[in-house]
């Protein structure tokens, strides 16, 4: 079930996420816009013709049968499942204002199928599902532009909505573990939520036992203590395939840092070279990072479950989990910048201790928001899993992956919410990934 949203909404939202996408390629030159060939990233001109293909795709020619404004072409240049990802850089593409007059007609006829656009004018239930979700999965692509542009060190993008964001680097670290009871809890989405994706769907009851967790992610400077203390020398600490993965490719530490010499960290955020932030989370590192650092310290990465209890579970009066839950970790209402660090204002992490009034009921700190955090699981379809529209979206990585929660610094306000699951392989690092501890 989705909520149905008006029509104007729903424009807004189309105009928004695509104002963003022009601004993450505004400034590139057209060898920036295609880039060298990495497992990680996608030719920048590849993927916003992509964007544009999503929607037509799903929405215009699977739902109302329209027929693609590039003819067989789109299929044979856009289709992410068919084109094998090393190919991406040889297609015939488009240039780049052909492919932003594609983006533009898909749009528009978008906006002109919704009708009269007004707050008054409710889309239906399939409208307000498939036209949020070809948003959201712009939306997606908008932070891996971020990360894109942060892999190549190419210019530090300007957005519309940056702010100043000074003081809330300036918090310092917030030290300790909380207490979370055990008890009966409703993992996953509930069957009511306004949206959900296919992998939340839905809640079901889980045991859960009582647990320790930390109020906030690890910091830069705790993860720095693992590396100098020769945390990535030591075959202890890593699990055989960590290991060999870091052997492969003879890691010394985390991928954007480098040392000037006198035990000083520093960092590369963009093209600028920057003093390693103390109290900022470590970001950029790979589940295998995450867990070498957990065994060193004697803690463990909390499971999915755990994390969803700290973040959106409430204490009962008897002293165990209460039965109702929350959407975000603060309560119900939207994330606003009081709240958490979304949505690519602060153009980068901020303070572990900021934004207390994003806590959780357990007084977990930025469960929402700063950078996404592993968990120790293995990424697997709930009870009764059945696929949305794209059916590839999480049946191929269920297995292969492993789960993230909670959202990054670029990530959309309005996509996310506290039982959102996020997957990447436990290799991978260039995405903003950091994480938080539970006690052993």
């Known amino acids: 079930m989705t ?7 729903l ?11 022009l601004e993450l390629v ?40 329209q027929k693609s404004l590039l003819g067989d072409r789109a299929d044979q240049l856009y ?10 850089w040889n297609l015939p593409l488009l240039t780049l204002d052909e492919t932003q007059a594609y983006m533009r007609g898909v749009k528009d006829w978008l906006i002109d199928r919704l009708g009269t ?6 889309a239906s239930e399939q409208d307000s599902f498939i036209y949020q979700f070809g948003v959201f999965h712009e939306d997606m692509h ?7 542009r942060q892999a190549l060190a190419y210019p530090t993008p300007v957005l519309r909505n940056a702010t100043d964001m000074t003081l809330k680097r300036n918090c310092g670290q917030l030290d300790g573990f909380v207490e979370v009871p055990g008890g009966v809890f409703e993992f996953g989405a509930p069957i009511n939520a306004p949206f959900a994706f296919d992998n939340e769907k839905y809640a079901h009851e889980v045991i859960v036992e009582p647990f320790a967790i930390s109020r906030a992610p690890v910091t830069n400077v705790e993860f720095a203590a693992f590396v100098n203390d020769g945390g990535y020398d030591c075959d202890t600490y890593w699990c055989a395939e960590g290991w060999a993965w870091r052997n492969k490719y003879r890691l010394k530490h985390p991928g954007y840092w480098f040392a000037d010499g006198s035990r000083h960290w520093w960092t590369r955020r963009f093209e600028h070279d920057v003093l390693l932030p103390e109290y900022e989370p470590v970001s950029h590192v790979s589940w295998y990072e995450a867990n070498a650092y957990c065994r060193w310290i004697g803690q463990r990465l909390p499971t999915e479950i755990e994390w969803e209890v700290a973040a959106l579970g409430e204490p009962a009066a008897d002293g165990g989990l209460a039965s109702k839950k929350r959407r975000y970790p603060w309560g119900n209402t939207l994330p606003t910048d009081v709240h958490a660090n979304l949505d690519g204002r602060a153009l980068g992490c901020i303070d572990v201790a900021a934004l207390p009034d994003g806590d ?3 007084g977990c700190r930025q469960m929402i928001g700063n950078v996404w955090e592993w ?62 501890t539970c006690a052993i």
């Open 3 to 9: 909520a149905q949203i008006s029509t104007a909404q």
């Open 11 to 21: 424009a807004a939202m189309l105009q928004d996420t695509r104002t963003r996408t």
């Open 26 to 65: 505004d400034g590139l030159s057209a060898e920036q816009l295609i880039g060298p060939k990495l497992a990680t990233v996608n030719p920048l001109r590849w993927e916003i013709g992509h964007v544009a293909y999503f929607y037509e795709y799903f929405i215009s020619r699977q739902l109302y049968g």
């Open 79 to 88: 289709d992410s499942i068919a084109v094998t990802h090393d190919t991406r």
């Open 117 to 122: 656009l007004s707050e008054e004018n409710l």
């Open 142 to 148: 908008t932070e891996a532009f971020l990360w894109a």
């Open 360 to 362: 959780s009921a357990f």
């Open 375 to 436: 968990t120790a699981d293995v990424f697997q379809p709930f009870p009764g899993f059945s696929p949305d529209a794209y059916k590839e979206y999480s049946t191929d990585l269920f297995g292969n992956t492993k789960v993230l929660r909670g959202g990054a610094w670029p990530t959309r306000s309005r996509m996310i919410h506290g039982t959102y699951r996020n997957f990447f392989r436990a290799d991978q690092w260039n995405v903003f990934s950091g994480f938080r």
